[in-house]
């Protein structure tokens, strides 16, 4: 181990990254460019202006590798706020005009990539996310390999399972859910093959165009964290499937839990009795819990979105035992106190690692997209239980107990350092390791054109 605590790679790669344009997509993300970067490799980070303003910093590092910061400025679209890069940008109904812009930085890109080629500084890889079909594109077009950048595995064999049980057809048409779906889960599926913006395209659609061009599929989790279900998602996908590790916050990344001591959330729970606080990490305020809370007499901390109407930030509202913040909340200095003793969550999959770090059970209210999947997997590790809609979630001591035991389980799988880094090592160094033969055809639309000429497992 090198003294930033990541092993020495055998030559050092450039690497280009492209997350999506949401910050729990853009921090864990940027979070892998900082651990590369300490392994000697040069990593090219990509996103658009304002989302890279507003980016924690990172560490310089003395391996000789380093992270470029590249903007490429968003293109206008009609109907999307000024400003707004990202999804914290950008209310709900204006969600397709982002996809719109997302979808018109294929042409950047692809520009980008070639001068690069051109200029000599050819990537070793390109990271794309899941819905980056012009990433991936651009890279298969130019003979570089791309690795397609996956949620959980837990959404791709959930994805999978509702696909084999409903058309597209009846996901896009149909006005109510199967009686055996509830309504939130039916309308967080049917989004996902829903027409957005003016191209047409659906997310899933994006994602399989991505998967398509891609060389393999990588994925921010590793088997101890899913079981089975991550060699099931390697099956259904098609394509070799990598883990990453889990990517928990490095402490000195720029979200530790040692940054923000002077924060005023952080000096409210030096104030509250040791695991006395449930934290409630939620995006918007449901009246109904928090006065359940409050009658309850739990104490709380509930981080809240401002709403785009609120100019203040701070403190916005404050309960006999709770307190609401609709400011910016440092969420790892939070998970981190020992005052608090429970995390009430949407169950993202940045939330989920940074809670089961510090070993919090988890009280789960899933909404869509990837938090249903997340949710059932985590039930299924007893750690927390999901909240069932329009009743009340009551623990038991003993169950209380339990849920704590398993939390502290997977609190050690995430905090497993020797292991989420090897999971990086082998990313490019033992896991699977593809040589390529490139054909130049010049009269052709897509002239470069590469066959995978072997693949070697790391299965023994």
């Excluded at 084999?164 to 599926?189: C, F, G, H, L």
């Excluded at 995430?414 to 055809?441: A, C, G, K, N, W």
């Amino acid at each position: 181990m090198d003294a930033e605590g990541s092993s020495p790679s055998p030559s050092s790669l450039r690497i280009i990254i492209c997350p999506w344009l949401a910050f729990g997509h853009l921090l864990p993300y940027l979070e892998l460019a900082d651990r590369l970067a300490s392994r000697g490799h040069r990593v090219t980070y990509i996103s658009t202006p304002r989302n890279i303003a507003r980016l924690p910093p990172h560490r310089h590092h003395t391996t000789g590798g380093a992270i470029d910061l590249v903007t490429l400025p968003l293109p206008p679209v009609d109907g999307l706020p000024d400003g707004a890069e990202s999804t914290n940008d950008v209310p709900a109904d204006k969600l397709p005009h982002l996809w719109d812009a997302f979808d018109r930085l294929a042409a950047p890109f692809a520009n980008f990539l070639a001068a690069a080629c051109v200029a000599g500084k050819r990537p070793d890889w390109i990271l794309a996310d899941t819905f980056h079909h012009w990433a991936a594109a651009a890279a298969h077009d130019h003979g570089v390999p791309c690795a397609l950048l996956q949620p959980t595995a837990a959404v791709i064999t959930a994805t999978a399972a509702m696909i084999t049980a409903i058309s597209d057809e009846q996901m896009t048409t149909r006005n109510s859910p199967p009686v055996t779906m509830p309504k939130y889960k039916w309308e967080s599926d049917a989004a996902m093959f829903t027409p957005l913006g003016l191209s047409g395209l659906s997310i899933a659609r994006r994602c399989s165009m991505a998967l398509e061009k891609s060389t393999i599929a990588a994925m921010r989790s590793c088997p101890e964290w899913e079981l089975d279900t991550f060699t099931m998602a390697s099956n259904l996908l098609g394509k070799p499937l990598v883990p990453l590790g889990l990517l928990p916050p490095s402490p000195d990344g720029g979200r530790g839990a040692g940054m923000h001591r002077d924060h005023a959330i952080v000096r409210w729970l030096d104030a509250q009795p040791t695991k006395s606080v449930v934290y409630v990490a939620l995006g918007k305020l449901v009246h109904e819990l928090a006065l359940g809370l409050d009658i309850a007499g739990t104490r709380f901390l509930w981080a809240l979105r401002k709403p785009a109407d609120v100019t203040e930030d701070g403190e916005s509202a404050k309960k006999s035992y709770g307190h609401v913040s609709m400011g910016w909340v440092p969420q790892v200095a939070v998970l981190a106190h020992g005052a608090v003793g429970a995390f009430l969550t949407h169950c993202g999959r940045n939330s989920l690692i940074e809670g089961l770090m510090y070993g919090h059970p988890l009280v789960m209210l899933p909404i869509f997209g990837d938090q249903g999947p997340n949710a059932r997997l985590m039930e299924g590790r007893k750690v927390g239980l999901q909240v069932p809609r329009e009743e009340t979630v009551m623990v038991e001591e003993g169950s209380r107990r339990v849920f704590v035991e398993n939390a502290k389980k997977m609190q050690e799988i995430v905090t497993d350092t020797e292991l989420q880094e090897r999971y990086i090592d082998e990313f490019f160094f033992s896991h699977p390791v593809f040589s390529f033969s490139i054909e130049i055809d010049a009269s052709s639309s897509s002239p470069v054109r590469f066959n995978p000429v072997c693949f070697i497992s790391n299965e023994t």
